[in-house]
Structures are given as C-alpha cells and as structure tokens.
Nanobody, 127 residues
C-alpha cells in the first residue's frame, strides 16, 4: 500500500508563486511514475506535470510549460511542484498521484490510471 499526502496549497496573486509538496510513504517501489493533476470546478481532471524515476526529463501540459517545475527528493520520498507566474486559470484542486509503470511513456499524458492519490490541496489565484 502507498500513502500520498499533499501540502502547500493556498492563495496567491496573479504573477505570484506557490510550492506544492507531496510525501509518499509505504511501498514506494510502487511509485516510479509520480505526477501532479488538477481539477477546476466544472472541469475535468488534467495532468499538469509528471516525472518518471531516474529519467532526466519531465512532462508538462502546455499551459504550464515555462512556469511550473516538477521535482523529487528521493531521500525524503517527496515530490514537489514549484508554480511561478501564477494565473487565475491555475485555480484548482491539485492532487499528487503515483503509480508503477513499465514504460516511461505511459507516465505522461494522463491517460494511464494512477493507483494512489492524495486528498488534494486547493490553489486559488486572484487576478
């Protein structure tokens, strides 16, 4: 079993920054694909960023490229999302999710079903 706990959400002004954190515990061998998703009111869930363990690259949805950075600290079993130049359209509930996959490519794009999810943390950006 894997437990996922997010923190770091809150409110910011447009142009500001927030950093989300996610701690992954339990059987961490089941989490070589780690991702941040978000869901705004009335909209579907969207994969924002993802990282595959050991890979030098990462995935970002087009709307956050150049503004958000996903990173991990293996020593702490932690995943982060640094969000800069925030926009009102970034307002959403953000979720950390992990899964074990065989191929890096299925980690990206949001079509793969992630196994373990956190409870979510709210991000609100005011204009």
């Amino acid at each position: 079993q894997v437990q996922v706990v997010e923190s770091g959400g809150g409110s910011a002004q447009a142009g500001g920054s927030l950093r989300l954190s996610c701690v992954i515990s339990g059987n961490t061998a089941m989490s070589n694909c780690m991702s941040w998703f978000r869901q705004a009111p009335g909209k579907g869930r969207e994969q924002v960023a993802a990282i595959f363990s050991g890979s030098p690259s990462a995935y970002y949805v087009d709307s956050v490229k150049g503004r958000f950075t996903i990173s991990q600290d293996k020593s702490k079993n932690a995943l982060y999302l640094q969000m800069n130049s925030l926009k009102p359209e970034d307002t959403a509930m953000y979720y950390c999710a992990v899964v074990r996959v065989h191929y890096e490519r299925v980690c990206y794009g949001g079509s793969f079903t992630f196994s373990y999810w956190g409870q979510g943390t709210q991000v609100t950006v005011a204009s």
